[in-house]
């Protein structure tokens, strides 16, 4: 049997009363989204376990801060949402796309994606480097970046994640997601995402994560430097690309040696350029 | 604990425990269709419609499905009532898709969805719709090609 310690299975049809279960039974109890994770876990620690699906927190909004998503939202629902169809090019349908097949996406809820924190995880890739902050209940409603949450883990204990927001960008910003798996379905041996504004065809904002390092995905600071106030062409393109290879840090684990991933750094930042390149040229028309 | 779940159009109160995954609780009253591959997410025998979308089954907790409907493949044939196979079913007979058939229910589960949301499908939107679903022994031409084919048949009967 899955988790053989599990006890009760309940359904709070408020966020304080799911808050408080988890407060008093700490460890042992634990928020369920499509649940992919925690079933497949057999952790014995478990004895609870609280269902979000009562909360009303499966939705897809346009608000006037971006695009709003729901903790309980299925990655199926956020595919399907109108809304992300023009969103930054299309970018996170495509990478949604390609996480796992529709039967797990089918389950995959928003808030139990970004809180797994898996190190190879596309969603989380794409998020950072896109800046999406996620909404966080602990008896207070408070609003952070994404990357804060792996950055201090002690955010999410104990808290619920309710929301997470993708910001609005003005005309002149495009985005790209890359990732290298065995097949396209697999999980990632490396992925690479960008997200780019510019003035007058100058970048004036970059931002590049690679994840599946394999760590989870960081920025890539260095590599933005070598863009910021330039123009993208196949020279500064082939810099920062070189620049991703030199300073990324990459490791051997049973996915890929670390010089692979190297060179998967390269060609990603690489193709991620060239990709948001076209979509600037292409709006600038 | 006591959940309540429709099961191919028929509800039903059933006996289950917190740690009870919908794969197992179906498989013990009788659902053989679902079948148990890896337990992990990763093979599809065990896919099921959860409302309508395919799911697996071995990664939901029979608590989570709790007062939804769940189709399986022993639920797409005569679903009218005239013990008539589903288009898709029709067609994995016609086109020789199935060997082994440990695959089968998954697959065509999982067809069933792509066709409800998707009528026309591309071949490599076919792909993706099944990628989930392993299969050890066709190499996947065959399954391709009768989903294509259940698509027109469905098209046809939609537009009669
Ligand atoms: C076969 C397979 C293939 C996969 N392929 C890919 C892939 O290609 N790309 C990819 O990126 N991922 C992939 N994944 C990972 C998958 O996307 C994650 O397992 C899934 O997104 C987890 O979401 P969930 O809602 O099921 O999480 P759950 O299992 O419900 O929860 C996971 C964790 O998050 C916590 N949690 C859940 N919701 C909240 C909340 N609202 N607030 C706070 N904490 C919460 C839970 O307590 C638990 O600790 C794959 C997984 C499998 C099994
Ligand atoms: S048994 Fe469920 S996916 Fe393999
Ligand atoms: S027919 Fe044997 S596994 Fe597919």
């Given at each position: 049997m899955a988790l053989s310690n599990l006890r009760e299975y309940v359904r709070p049809d408020g966020l304080d009363m799911a808050l408080s279960l988890v407060k008093e039974k700490g460890r042992s109890a634990r928020v369920i989204g499509g649940g992919i994770d925690l079933v497949r876990?057999?952790?014995?620690?478990?004895?609870?376990?609280?269902?979000?699906?009562?909360?009303?927190?499966?939705?897809?909004?346009?608000?006037?801060?971006?695009?709003?998503?729901?903790?309980?939202?299925?990655?199926?629902?956020?595919?399907?949402?109108?809304?992300?169809?023009?969103?930054?090019q299309g970018v996170v349908v495509e990478m949604l796309r390609q996480v796992g097949a529709p039967s797990l996406r089918n389950l995959a809820s928003m808030g139990g994606t970004l809180a797994s924190a898996h190190p190879w995880s596309d969603v989380i890739t794409l998020f950072v480097a896109l800046g999406a902050q996620v909404t966080l209940y602990n008896g207070v409603t408070r609003m952070v970046?994404?990357?804060?949450?792996y950055a201090s883990r002690a955010l999410l204990s104990p808290a619920i994640i309710t929301e997470a927001l993708l910001p609005a960008?003005?005309?002149?910003?495009?985005?790209?997601?890359?990732?290298?798996?065995?097949?396209?379905?697999?999980?990632?041996?490396?992925?690479?995402?960008?997200?780019?504004?510019?003035?007058?065809?100058?970048?004036?904002?970059?931002?590049l994560t690679a994840g599946g390092t394999p760590q989870l995905?960081?920025?890539?600071?260095?590599?933005?430097?070598?863009?910021?106030?330039?123009?993208?062409?196949?020279?500064?393109?082939?810099?920062?690309?070189?620049?991703?290879?030199?300073?990324?840090?990459?490791?051997?684990?049973?996915?890929?040696?670390?010089?692979?991933?190297?060179?998967?750094?390269?060609?990603?930042?690489?193709?991620?350029?060239?990709c948001v390149s076209t979509h600037l040229s292409g709006a600038s028309q | 604990m006591r959940i309540c779940l429709t099961v191919n159009g028929k509800k039903q109160e059933l006996d289950s425990t917190p740690g009870d995954t919908l794969l197992h609780l179906l498989r013990r009253i009788g659902y053989k269709g679902?079948?148990?591959?890896?337990?992990s997410g990763d093979c599809g025998a065990c896919a099921v419609l959860l409302d309508g979308r395919v799911v697996n089954s071995c990664l939901v907790l029979a608590a989570k499905a709790d007062?939804?409907?769940?189709?399986?493949?022993?639920?797409?044939?005569?679903?009218?009532?005239?013990?008539?196979?589903?288009?898709?079913?029709?067609?994995?007979?016609?086109?020789?898709?199935?060997?082994?058939?440990?695959?089968?229910?998954?697959?065509?589960?999982?067809?069933?969805?792509?066709?409800?949301?998707?009528?026309?499908?591309?071949?490599?939107?076919?792909?993706?719709?099944?990628?989930?679903?392993?299969?050890?022994?066709?190499?996947?031409?065959?399954?391709?090609?009768?989903?294509?084919?259940?698509?027109?048949?469905?098209?046809?009967?939609?537009?009669?």
């Open positions: 876990s057999s952790s014995p620690d478990i004895e609870t376990l609280v269902d979000l699906s009562q909360l009303s927190l499966s939705y897809v909004r346009q608000t006037d801060k971006g695009i709003a998503i729901g903790a309980t939202t299925t990655l199926t629902e956020i595919v399907e949402a109108p809304v992300l169809n023009n969103y930054l970046p994404l990357s804060d949450l960008y003005a005309h002149g910003t495009a985005a790209a997601f890359m990732k290298f798996s065995r097949t396209k379905f697999d999980i990632a041996i490396l992925n690479c995402a960008c997200l780019i504004s510019t003035q007058n065809g100058d970048c004036e904002s970059v931002r995905a960081a920025l890539l600071p260095e590599v933005a430097e070598v863009l910021l106030g330039r123009k993208l062409s196949q020279t500064s393109i082939g810099q920062a690309a070189e620049m991703a290879r030199e300073t990324t840090l990459v490791r051997n684990d049973l996915r890929a040696s670390g010089n692979y991933r190297r060179e998967l750094v390269y060609a990603g930042v690489k193709r991620c350029l060239t | 679902v079948k148990k591959g890896c337990e007062g939804h409907c769940v189709t399986t493949v022993e639920g797409l044939a005569g679903q009218e009532k005239t013990g008539e196979l589903h288009p898709v079913q029709e067609a994995f007979l016609e086109q020789g898709a199935v060997q082994c058939g440990y695959c089968s229910p998954g697959m065509m589960i999982a067809a069933v969805d792509l066709l409800a949301h998707n009528p026309n499908p591309t071949d490599q939107e076919i792909k993706e719709g099944i990628s989930g679903n392993l299969c050890r022994c066709t190499g996947y031409v065959k399954q391709i090609e009768a989903i294509r084919i259940a698509a027109k048949k469905m098209r046809k009967s939609a537009d009669v």
